[in-house]
């Protein structure tokens, strides 16, 4: 196999332009494969609420902010409001706890709580809903989890993300150019989601939200020599996502290559393969659906 490509992927759990973003991940995920390599760097974007409070922002217009990201990408959203504003920073550090249990373990916490965030009524920040979200993801242990999260190692790695996120006045010279980088006093912030490609010494940078063309022409120019894998059948890529996957990310990995992502279509598709037992769906969010593999 050719060199892996390094992906460095900068992100938060209650970004909604990462949530939205979920779909282009999948696809980069499934036709790369093991050819990318990927680390993960936890932006931290609020420690606490306090600001956001002083500017009058509550829990229901924290979802109805989030209505436009869903009708307009596709992703599940629960509108119906939390009891009480949360932050995003122990949401942080728990993943970063579930780094110590390994890569995979790493990345389905994140996964957990971004979803978790956005379609349901879980209190964050709270070791009860942790815990649960902990215990649906495949191979990671929650009692080890909680634990965890009061190893100082886990606050230094959660710190050093924090540091390399606030970097990009540097490296992520791309993203503010394009306006894809929260500026501040002396420096600059990646936005969630950025991806910073590396490769036989060179670096490319797609700041903040970009399409998933853009994530893809930077593999390509950096190494077309990279093995490439076909869109898949449905059944065949919920086959690799034990937690499931909801219909927007189904679509975009599926897609034909120069062809939008087809919700309302692969939608049908996906209830046609569950009546025939194919794939199984679960609730999520107000209406939607989770799509798994077939038990």
Known sequence: MAEQVEVVHHTDPSCPWAYSAEPFMR??????GDALSWRLVTIGLREDTADLERRGTTPAS????WRWFSETFGMPLLTTPRARMVASGRMCRAV??????????????LRGVRMAWFTSLHLLDEDEALTEIAGAVPGLDPDRLLRDLADP?????????????RSAAGI?????????????DGGARFTAPSLVFRYDGRTLVAGGFQSFEAYDVCVANLAPELPRRPQPE????????????????????????????????????????????????????DDQTL???AA
């Open 96 to 109: 970063k706890a579930a780094g110590l249990q390994g890569e995979a373990a790493e990345r389905g916490m």
């Open 172 to 184: 992520g010279a791309p993203a503010i150019a394009q306006g894809r980088a929260s500026l501040f």
């Open 234 to 285: 449905p059944a065949e890529l919920l086959a690799e996502y034990p937690q499931g996957l909801t219909t927007a990310e189904v679509a975009q990995v599926c897609r034909e290559r120069n062809d939008p992502a087809d919700l309302p279509g692969t939608e049908a598709e996906l209830a046609r393969l569950a009546d025939a037992g194919a794939v199984r769906r679960s609730p999520i969010g």
């Open 62 to 65: 924290r979802v109805d902010g």
């Open 291 to 293: 799509w798994h593999a």
């Open 27 to 32: 696809a980069l995920e499934w036709r790369y």
């Open 153 to 165: 190692a886990v606050e230094e790695a959660y710190q050093a993300d924090k540091a390399e996120a």
